[in-house]
């Protein structure tokens, strides 16, 4: 899920050595949008990316929703720059809500998640520079992805199926495999909390962590109707995924609906 990993910051995605498109490996001219491919969660963990594309309409975990070039501050920038990861946040996650059809809470609490990658190393030494953002069936926690529609642009629109929808199965939502709310599950993510402004530095995780259990407890008693007792959880990040642009923690219900 993007909301508990921020997968801009891990990168993405390589496929084994029979999955790979020789055309791709060390290609200076930009990928397409709109294409499709069958990613592992083990693949999640290079910067770059050549996995084969299959066609869109047979099963596939994985769409390419943006392609770009690169901003003119990068044409000198060593390959393992920390501002591209920056960069990929503020861009792939808002070309990500728009493909989606989903506001900044809602792309939090779906099971979906997005990756990005750029050349290899051997094409940025010969001077290619872009992007390529990645829709992914599942996230970071994922034992395996889900297959994706022919295409998942408007997926979020409406009311989204529960199999789009992130839950946990768990005594504890940290000691819980995410999975879709589709499956039998004891936590369901049913809102978030923007917790600091844009421009506004680290507060630390005390005031992060508290400023995110008072909302949920709030948040959630509501959601619920107002019980006579209830359980709460949130997922609260730290000063890394901060500095990388997130400031919203996610709110959870115990509950198996």
């Known amino acids: 899920m993007a909301t508990l990993a921020l997968l801009l910051v891990v990168a993405a995605c ?26 592992e969660p083990d693949d999640i963990s290079k910067p770059d990316n050549a996995t084969r594309t299959v066609a869109c309409t047979k099963p596939h975990n994985a769409e390419t929703f943006a392609v770009g070039p690169l901003p003119d501050e990068f044409e000198d920038a060593d390959y393992e720059d920390p501002a591209l990861g920056k960069f990929a946040y503020t861009t792939c996650s808002a070309k990500y809500r728009e493909f989606l059809g989903a506001d900044d809470s809602l792309v939090m609490r779906t099971v979906l998640s997005w990756a990005w990658f750029r050349p290899s190393e051997k094409a940025w ?10 829709v992914i069936g599942g996230g970071d926690q ?11 642009r408007g997926l979020m629109l409406g009311r989204p199926d529960d199999k789009w929808m992130v839950c946990a199965d768990g005594a504890s939502v940290a000691g819980s495999v995410k999975i879709p709310c589709s499956q039998p599950h004891t ?56 500095e990388a642009g997130n400031r919203r923690s996610v709110c959870w219900a115990k509950t198996t609906k």
């Open 142 to 152: 994922s034992k395996e992805y889900v297959d994706l529609p022919d295409t998942a």
């Open 187 to 242: 936590w369901r993510a049913v809102t978030t909390i923007k917790v600091g402004d844009d421009d506004a530095p680290y507060p630390g995780d005390r005031l992060v962590e508290v400023q995110s259990r008072d909302f949920c407890s709030k948040s959630v008693v509501a959601w619920l109707n107002y019980p006579p007792d209830y359980q709460f959880g949130y997922t609260w990040f730290h000063e890394a995924e901060w």
């Open 14 to 39: 390589g496929g084994t050595d029979g999955d790979t498109d020789p055309d791709q490996v060390d290609a200076v001219e930009p990928p397409k949008a709109g294409a499709c491919r069958v990613l």
């Open 125 to 134: 030494k010969k001077g290619a520079r872009w992007y390529r953002c990645d």
